[in-house]
């Protein structure tokens, strides 16, 4: 079992930063891939961005490439999603997730930080 706990959302201008993190309870938090997701009002749930059990293979949905980028500090229990250049199209409830293999869905998940960016 694994529970997920998000922080650091707020409220931002357009062209700012955020850094979310996501605190995983449980000792075994380096055996799950991790992800952000995000769902804006009236839209489905989408992908921002995962990474692996060591960390060293990020994937990005391509509205995240080059102004997000997501980390983990294994020692920490922790997963972050810095966010870089923040557009109004950016405004959602992020999500972290987590799962033990790609093979099966994310099966864990936290109850969401709201991020806002104001134009």
């Known amino acids: 079992q694994v529970q997920l706990v998000e922080s650091g959302g707020g409220l931002v201008q357009a062209g700012g930063s955020l850094r979310l993190s996501c605190a995983a309870s449980g000792r075994t938090f380096d055996t799950y891939i991790m992800a952000w997701f995000r769902q804006a009002p009236g839209k489905e749930r989408e992908f921002v961005a995962r990474i692996n059990w060591s960390g060293d293979t990020t994937n990005y949905a391509d509205s995240a490439k080059g102004r997000f980028t997501i980390s983990r500090d294994n020692a920490k229990n922790t997963v972050y999603l810095q966010m870089n250049s923040l557009k109004p199209e950016d405004t959602a409830v992020y999500y972290c997730?987590?799962?033990?293999?790609?093979?099966?869905?994310?099966?864990?998940w936290g109850q969401g930080t709201q991020v806002t960016v104001s134009s």
């Open positions: 997730a987590a799962r033990p293999t790609y093979m099966v869905p994310y099966n864990y």
